[in-house]
């Protein structure tokens, strides 16, 4: 039987659809999230739809200090572990409330980098597997609209690029998923040009399929790349000037 | 991540299938229950949506439209009884999809497979098979309703019976439904046994209804611009669950595949005005001639059968950017003849060619505020014009003559004093919702309009 898929973060709209896609499959999944009871009715859903085994598993990714005694309560290692977490609250507010901020930061970089390095040894010394992150577009350039988070994903995207770089002798894949905008909760309300928007299950097929792929780095659309390649390439001091 | 926050909303244009009324609506697609409970607090009436495949103004509400496709969770199926627990977003199709190479089939099926769970139970929908099986509430085993105080009541037949009789059939105006366990039926195989029968006119139709009593499935497609001695011109299609011993050969391997089908979908609104008699009268001759050629008993696979209008996704967008109304009544078997033929002229008279219209015996019925009767339904729909406003008129007025009453998932036309004519139901269930409270958080545009 293969090894199971974990995903953390599995209550999101993206969690969901990408265990759908992989229980699709025929993968085993295993799912984690914070609230572990809100797990129950999609271990139920993914096991009556597709036959596959089914474990939930509570996961706090803040909780830095209890991650490697998560990884060793799993019932069973997994073969590819997806971390989905992410928290974007309103710009305006983080500049106003530090704690907010701090969660800003440590949601979307200090907890992920985590979770994944520690799983990285396990992997490292097993010698196979797949390590896959979410990180973001909004990683690639700070902007005023949106850089704590921007920030920490920037941060987490340097991880996924150095761990990538330290497994690459030892055959783990580490995949690093710039999804652009998500039709998800956290963009909910907000006007996103249809073009540049991607559903969850759109995000779930390219990920399935750069693992499959063996890719390094993938924006969901691609035409992402080319709009980051533009927005990199601003010089400063016109940057400076633009609303972004 | 942080604490469960309130659902933000955002102003879309909504409408139902028929594509009128367009309305401007706050929606809000909730993810958990203590996201809705958030909603209610804030005593704005809502009114829940599933896929939108109501024809009129039922599930449009401007303050507050609860969209439910996030609710999509099988939550269990037990193999012994054929009963499946699901959330109330989850389609049919989804289901169907999943359990018919399985060897199952939902007991109760409307004529589209794009409805949600949710949507079924609050129209109590019915199907092919009423006058024999009833409508969707036969089928259910329990629901589990939000209601106004915030509460989860889990309704059955012999749990909190009135607030389950009145859920089903009550369009989503006695609380959010969030999930339901009902029953789906063995079959041996995918295929159903048709056979058809050209009837010349209404009252041949409605013989061939009566004698075909013991039939599973039955329903007649009429021919709306024959007139005269012809009025009332039909096809009436029966159709039996085909057993394995049945099907010919070369099904008999695998009698739970069925062939996929080429989904057709019409990209762009036709003009208005491209149905008009003359290309309706074109369609009805051809659609008569290719049945009277077809084999009268054939084997057609589930998806054919049960749902032909799905394979032409957004078949709507024929009748142009206006829209279209949908007229739905029943009329009790004593005076069904008379007042069908009745309906038929004056739907013939006025050459407003109705491009489906669809006959169905129905069975009795349960639900305190479900549509069927026992009886025979109309259905007929109308690009949406002034003209077609005067006939719908015409035709509500001759309905209630003749003592019927009509379909609200269908209705975006009635005015609530038709509706109190046709129905010495509404009274109390108007009554019930003020006693319950249930008018201060739940209310669609078509409650508005018919002041339930």
Redesign the interface.
Known sequence: MRAPVLILGA?S?MGRAIAQRFAAQGYPIQLAA?QVS?LE??K??LE??YGVAVSVHEFDVLAVETHASFIQQLPEQPAIVICV???M?EQKACEQDLSLTL?VMR?NYEGPAVILSLFANVFEQRGFGALVGISSVAGERGRASNYFYGSAKAGFTAFLSGLRHRLAKSGIQVLTVLPGYVKT?MT??MRLPPLLTAQPQEVANAIFTAIEKKKDVIYVRPIWRWIMVIIRWIPEPLFKRLSL | ??SPMT????LKTLCGWGRYPVQTCHVY?P??ESEILQLLKRDLPLIARGNGRAYGDSALNGEATLQMR?FN?????NPHTGQLIA?AGVLLAEILE?FVPRGWFPLITPGTKFVTVGGMIAADVHGKNHHKEGSFVQSLDWLDLLTSEGQIYRCSPSENQDLFYWTVGGMGLTGVILRAAFRLRPIETAWIRQTTRIAKHLDEVIDLFEAAQDVTYSVAWIDCLATGSQLGRSVLILGEHATREELPAKYRQRPLRTPQRRKLSIPVDFPNGALNPLTVRAFNQLYFLNQQRQASQSFVDWDRFFYPLDSLLGWNRIYGRRGFVQFQCVLPLSTAREGLSALLHCTSAAGAGSFLAVLKKLGDQQGYFSFPMAGYTLALDFPMSQRTLKVLDQLEEITLHYGGRFYLAKDSHLTPMRLRQSDARVETFVKVRDAQQWTVNFASEQSKRLHL
């Open positions: 209550t709209d914070r809100r009715p999609d139920a859903d009556i739809r977490v992410g928290f609250p969660e949601t909760r909910e309300g | 991540m942080s659902p933000r909303g955002s697609c993810r958990s996030h969770r099988l939550l269990g199926f959330e999943i």
